[in-house]
């Protein structure tokens, strides 16, 4: 069985994202999810003089380990300032430091849900252009614009906006 791997790019006990992520896991049949949670691992924030002097911490390596084993990914990534949140891009950071290709040229599902109209589509911007230097190999990109109107309930309930995603999963469920 494909096990795909989901994170939700958020440290928030109510992430938006996480409960998008584990939505959009939801429509795959036949494959095993494993819910990765940043809250998890509590790392330091990256900085070459710590890496010298302590090393890479072991979280890092617990964490690296677990991507190795993975067919795939879907990840949500909640958008601050325009920009991915500092707890996600601290762990890309760490993992960069033990292998550049993070993704290991592994499909991904890339998404960004927020409150406004964008849908966190800055962030997604951002890590369409950067992921595929880390290794990841996109299918597909989706953004969810007013996260709290159009998401009730565990579901997207707009009939357009759920059949968009659901037609990503098509495109990434062929990638597996």
Excluded at 45 to 51: I, L, N, S
Excluded at 110 to 124: H, I, K, N, Q
Excluded at 148 to 156: A, M, S, V
């Amino acid at each position: 069985m494909k096990k795909v791997i989901t994170i939700a790019g958020s440290s928030s006990q109510k992430s938006i994202n996480k409960a998008l992520v584990g939505y959009t896991a939801s429509l795959l049949k036949n494959i095993e999810i494993m819910s990765i949670d940043l809250n998890d691992y509590v790392l330091p924030v990256y900085g070459e003089d710590y890496e010298a002097e302590n090393g890479i911490p072991i979280a890092v390596k617990r964490l690296d380990e677990i991507i190795n084993t993975a067919d795939a990914f879907i990840i949500s990534l909640a958008e601050h300032n325009g920009s991915y949140a500092a707890v996600f891009k601290n762990v890309i950071d760490w993992l960069s430091r033990l292998n550049m290709q993070i993704w290991r040229e592994k499909p991904m599902l890339l998404m960004a849900t927020s409150p406004g109209g964008r849908g966190g589509a800055t962030v997604l911007q951002s890590a369409e252009a950067s992921f595929p230097f880390l290794g990841a190999k996109l299918i597909g990109t989706y953004a969810l614009p007013y996260f709290y109107d159009n998401f009730k309930e565990g579901e997207i309930i707009e009939e357009s906006f759920r059949k968009e995603l659901e037609d990503k999963i098509v495109g990434f469920s062929k990638e597996l």
